[in-house]
């Protein structure tokens, strides 16, 4: 894909592939993995409409990650047609996952909430600002979430 961004014409023709380990309950990290992504995307000169959205759906991700689950990890490959993020944690699982994309349900204990986390709308965002999300789950082994921005 030929791009003209800022007279700077950027040619992605490879896939590049980046992976991420997210710490469990360790809040003062959570975000690295958002961040770098979106810087590196900002260098190859993406579009910031769709930096916008992996670094949205894929923070809530992370989030996610650091409150429910034992951490996890993060990979994240990038291809002249999309970016897909897939983020899988050994954490408790998710039980009802209709329930778990609306708006408002969250399952983050008080001690979470109190620091201004678990309002419920990190599944509900993760799906907003993709163009496929794709949940995978099993109560007590773990959960695995594919996500996909389009490039176009």
Same mark, same amino acid.
């Given at each position: 894909m030929k791009k003209v961004?800022?007279?700077?014409?950027? /040619?992605?023709?490879?896939? =590049?592939t $980046?992976?991420?380990?997210?710490?469990?309950?360790?809040?003062t990290r959570a975000g690295e993995a958002s961040s770098d992504v979106k810087s590196k995307l900002k260098k190859m000169g993406v579009n910031p409409d769709i930096i916008r959205k992996v670094s949205i759906a894929m923070y809530e991700g992370e989030i996610n990650m650091v409150i429910h689950a034992t951490?996890?990890?993060?990979?994240?490959? /990038?291809?002249?047609?999309? =970016?897909? $993020?897939?983020?899988?944690?050994?954490g408790p699982g998710i039980e009802d996952i209709e329930l778990a994309m609306q708006a408002?349900?969250?399952?983050?204990?008080?001690?979470?909430?109190?620091?201004?986390?678990?309002?419920?709308?990190?599944?509900?965002?993760?799906?907003?600002?993709?163009?496929?999300?794709?949940?995978?789950?099993?109560v007590g082994e773990?959960?695995?979430?594919?996500m996909k921005v389009n490039m176009m």
């Open positions: 961004c800022g007279g700077v014409r950027l /040619i992605v023709s490879d896939t =590049i $980046m992976s991420y380990e997210v710490p469990a309950n360790d809040f951490g996890g990890k993060i990979d994240v490959i /990038i291809s002249p047609e999309e =970016i897909q $993020m897939i983020l899988m944690d050994q408002g349900y969250s399952t983050a204990p008080d001690n979470i909430r109190s620091l201004g986390f678990g309002a419920g709308m990190g599944l509900p965002n993760m799906k907003k600002y993709t163009d496929e999300l794709k949940i995978e789950s099993v773990g959960t695995t979430v594919t």
